[in-house]
Each structure stands twice: as structure tokens, then as C-alpha cells.
């Protein structure tokens, strides 16, 4: 990527930074090396699809499907929940990509601003006695509904100025433990586990 911004060095757009590694491999490598380049990329891209389907399935059937909806639930009925779990973030994600413009503006609201409001009730699962499940799946749930309107929705109807990515961050945070916090006092505490030594 050094390489393409030293030949490039004028281009302002995001968007074409963001083709560097297409424009490198097609037009600068030869026909042997490009094969290789572009048998690369697509691994790549495959892989992370793969890796994120199995991740999402994962979180949705067993940490909110099998533990709060049905814990009974089987193992067949639990691998049918995956395989639609699948399916419906597969299909979630072609409908976003169909609204993307930047992948660097994506990428940083789907692994910073989108992390805004969940790091503090994952610290605080492990070292507050008090902080629940209830509380980190309303965490979750805040976050992705607040994120979503701070940084596309509210700012497209004119609500709230575009902000700097930094006081997004903040903000949401913030706006995240409005919810999170009564409903760490409104539920119950997780049943501690005592751990006896044996003689």
C-alpha cells in the first residue's frame, strides 16, 4: 500500500485509496502473479465472510436464542436456529452493502462507534457483582439502535449535526449507560457461584 500512495500521490478520494490493492494487482503485476494476487483476495474476502456468519449464528442461537428464548431447546432445534440465523445476517448484510459508499467509513463504525457503548458493561461483568446478563444484553442491544441513529439516521434528517468519530464515541457511551444502568438495579443480580474446597 506504500507503493500505491507514493505512485498515486494525488488522489484525494476515499473511495479510490480504497481500490490500492485492485489497482496495484491489475494493472502493474504480471498475468502469473496476478492469478496468485487475485486467488488471495478472494480468500480473504471468503474467509471473513465465513468467519463473521459463523461468529453472528454463533451469538444469536446460543446467547440469545438458546439462553434466554428457549432453554430447553434441543440440538436439533438449536443447529435449525443457526441455520436461520445464517440466512437472516447473510441477508442483513447484502442490504447494508447495497447502501455503502465508503468501506473506511463502514469499517470505522462497525469496529469503533458500534464498540462505544459495550466496553465499559464488559468490564463491568467481570469486576461488578451487581452488572447481569439483562444489563449486557440491553447494552448490546442500546448500542446498535443509538449507533445507528447518532451517526446515519439522526444527522440525515437534520436532528444532530455530524460529529467528529471521537465525540460519537463518547456520546454514545454515555447515552448507552442511560440504559444499561437502571436495568442492572431493575433485575436481578446473576447468581453468584461459591467455589468449596474439598479436604
Do not use: K
Not at 444484553?137 to 448500542?143: C, E, F, Q, Y
Not at 443509538?146 to 460529529?163: D, R
Amino acid at each position: 500500500m506504500l507503493a500505491f500512495f507514493v505512485m498515486f500521490p494525488a488522489i484525494q478520494s476515499e473511495a479510490q485509496y480504497e481500490m490500492g490493492w485492485f489497482r496495484l494487482g491489475f494493472e502493474h503485476m504480471p498475468a502469473g502473479l496476478l492469478g496468485m494476487f487475485f486467488a488471495g483476495i478472494i480468500a480473504i474476502h471468503l474467509s471473513t465472510i465465513a468467519s463473521h456468519l459463523n461468529l453472528g449464528a454463533l451469538y444469536a442461537t446460543r446467547d440469545l436464542y438458546h439462553h434466554y428464548l428457549n432453554p430447553e431447546a434441543t440440538e436439533a432445534q438449536l443447529v435449525r436456529a443457526g441455520r436461520w440465523n445464517t440466512l437472516f445476517i447473510l441477508l442483513g448484510a447484502f442490504l447494508l452493502a447495497l447502501f455503502m459508499q465508503s468501506i473506511t467509513s463502514w469499517l470505522i463504525f462497525a469496529l469503533w462507534l458500534q464498540a462505544a457503548g459495550i466496553w465499559v458493561p464488559s468490564i463491568l461483568q467481570v469486576v461488578w457483582w451487581r452488572f447481569n446478563s439483562w444489563a449486557y444484553l440491553s447494552s448490546w442491544i442500546a448500542n446498535l439502535m443509538m449507533s445507528w441513529l447518532v451517526v446515519w439516521v439522526l444527522p440525515a434528517i437534520g436532528l444532530l449535526p455530524e460529529l467528529p468519530n471521537w465525540i460519537n464515541f463518547w456520546l454514545l457511551a454515555g447515552l448507552v449507560a442511560l440504559v444499561y444502568v437502571p436495568v442492572t438495579f431493575l433485575t436481578a443480580p446473576t447468581i453468584a457461584i461459591t467455589w468449596c474446597a474439598t479436604t
